[in-house]
């Protein structure tokens, strides 16, 4: 994808989906103008400040790695305002994207959407049902994230898929505010990644704002959810990651939700066995 880019450090051409390792903002200034329907960011939050959380019953460290190391306001700021640049220069003309985060970077990637002249649609806020406890006290829980939904342009046609959200939502019109749950063991089989993002998050995001065989782009895509609901949606996809180790996981869950699908279809379009002109089926 990105025209001059390496290889792919994981492709599948024929499902449209395509791995890179690389520093974010190298691999985006190095892609196409207009070339995705949609984004999905997750990018780096800057909390890791050598502090402590409860996970799991025990006190842990938040650091979550070098590349979320605290940095001062102005340096996250900067960072964000050139790597939303990039992205709104990525995106068709009808593009959005979605960006996540808390109070360390949300108001900087809001403030840098707004400046850079995308159009807020949505800032959902993500109740993660049974947050960790917070250990100095001196504070509430912090049960949510904020994910920011924006179209490129304010007067842009952003896909959403009205029906099909109220329909999930027992006939109701879906609100802003998601109950979902932090990933279970099964999207954590093939390693941990300190800030995996839900496969139930990612479903409603792409199945709400993107159509089949979309291009879907997610620049720090960490072990690879935003690729592993793309493929089973039927999207294509670009991932960008820094970090080998966490691109051979999203590879692994993406290889496994490729092959279910293709079972899944395989399955539904085999004739039935018959015995004898019954008609009874043999599996
Ligand atoms: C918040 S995590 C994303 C987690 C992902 N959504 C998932 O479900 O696994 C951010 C990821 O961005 C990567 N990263 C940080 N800075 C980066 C950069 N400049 N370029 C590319 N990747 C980067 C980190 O290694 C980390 O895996």
Not at 4 to 15: G, Q, R
């Amino acid at each position: 994808m990105p025209h001059d880019a390496p290889e792919p450090l994981f492709a599948d051409v024929a499902h449209g989906i395509r791995l890179y390792r690389g520093d974010a903002l190298e691999l985006l200034k190095r892609a196409r103008d207009e070339h995705f329907d949609l984004i999905f960011a997750d990018p780096p939050y800057f909390l890791s400040n050598d502090g402590v959380t409860c996970h799991a019953g025990k006190m842990v460290s938040v650091n979550k790695g070098v590349w979320d190391k605290a940095a001062t306001f102005e340096e996250i700021h900067e960072f964000n305002k050139l790597w939303l640049g990039e992205c709104r220069r990525l995106l068709k003309p009808n593009g959005a994207i979605w960006v996540t985060g808390t109070a360390h970077n949300i108001y900087s990637v809001g403030f840098a959407l707004q400046t850079l002249g995308f159009k807020v649609l949505n800032d959902i806020a993500w109740y993660k049902v049974n947050p960790p406890p917070n250990l100095s006290c001196r504070y509430f829980t912090h049960a949510t994230e904020t994910i920011l939904w924006a179209r490129r342009d304010p007067k842009s046609r952003h896909t959403f898929n009205y029906a099909e959200m109220k329909r999930e939502n027992r006939g109701k019109q879906m609100q802003s505010l998601w109950h979902i749950k932090p990933p279970g063991p099964r999207e954590k089989r093939y390693g941990k990644h300190p800030t995996q993002k839900p496969e139930a998050l990612l479903d409603r995001i792409l199945r709400a704002s993107t159509n089949p065989r979309d291009l879907v782009l997610d620049p720090f895509c960490g072990s690879g959810t935003t690729g592993v609901v793309a493929a089973r949606l039927g999207r294509r996809f670009v991932g960008f990651e820094l970090d080998e180790k966490y691109l051979g996981v999203a590879a692994q869950r993406i290889t496994d939700e490729v092959d279910a699908r293709e079972r899944q279809n395989s399955l539904s379009f085999e004739p039935p066995v018959t015995v004898g002109g019954e008609g009874v089926t043999g599996a």
